[in-house]
């Protein structure tokens, strides 16, 4: 019996470490402000993606306009807190405004995903906008703000294998061509790496033995009455 726990045990201690789900994106949920992320695209108006604070009433940068936008609640696995900010995309003339971060990943599979929102107040505006989030090179989501819901929080998700060690990129692209126009908030961004299938097959096999231990030791105790 002995030898049988002790096989479980091991089992499991090696499936354990590959289940630990690690955001590789840095300021993910932008309590840094947008540090870490670069600015790209055109923006005739002048409004650059900025770092807001939830339940605020102030105006821009710190707000979303006045409207108190509410924290994250969406079914986002990211392991980053929801904190206290999120990034917006506010400006009426965007020309592929983005926001970038490249980040280096190993050989694996990995998952990724990110929360969005659409304030009140800017979708009221008549000005439509498009909004495109790729990661790893998969688009995971390219919409126009008016066909999905308002002040709600949506989360999007995705999964790829990495086959080559290298850095990749995750943005996210905002267009709008009239004022005013709808806005977009974005926070809890993530690239987890997920546990292999063998990992897994081992985290079975691990509660199968300790199992057949119990049975083991029950049926040996039953005997010696």
């Known amino acids: 019996m002995r030898t ?7 089992a499991m201690l090696v499936a354990g470490p590959a289940q630990a789900l690690t955001n590789q994106v840095v300021n993910g949920s932008f309590e840094d402000g947008l540090a870490n992320w670069t600015i790209g695209g055109g923006d005739a108006q002048g409004f650059a993606p900025v770092a807001i604070f939830y339940n605020s ?3 821009y940068p710190g707000g979303a306009f006045g409207e108190p936008v509410p924290p994250d609640n969406s079914a986002n696995p990211s392991t980053d807190p929801v904190g206290d900010r999120a990034a917006y995309f506010v400006t009426d003339l965007a020309n592929a405004q983005s926001l970038t971060q490249s980040i280096f990943l190993t050989p694996g599979t990995y998952q990724f995903g990110f929360s969005a929102y659409a304030p009140g107040n800017g979708f009221a505006n008549a000005g ?3 909004f495109r989030a790729t990661l790893l090179g998969d688009t995971i989501a390219d919409y ?3 066909t999905g819901p308002v002040q709600t929080w ?3 998700s995705g999964r790829t294998t990495v086959t080559t060690a290298g850095f990749f990129d995750v943005s996210f692209v905002f267009d709008t061509d009239l004022v005013p126009a709808k806005d977009v908030v974005i926070d809890r961004v993530y690239v987890a ?3 292999e299938p063998s990992s897994w097959a081992m985290l079975i096999a691990g509660f199968g033995l300790v199992g057949a231990a119990a049975r083991r030791r029950q049926r040996t105790l039953s005997a010696a009455i």
């Not at 049988?4 to 091991?10: D, E, F, H, K």
């Open 193 to 195: 790496d997920v546990p």
């Open 144 to 146: 126009l703000v008016s």
């Open 128 to 130: 439509d906008a498009r």
């Open 4 to 10: 049988l726990a002790g096989a479980a045990v091991a």
């Open 57 to 59: 009433n102030a105006g």
């Open 154 to 156: 949506q989360h999007f």
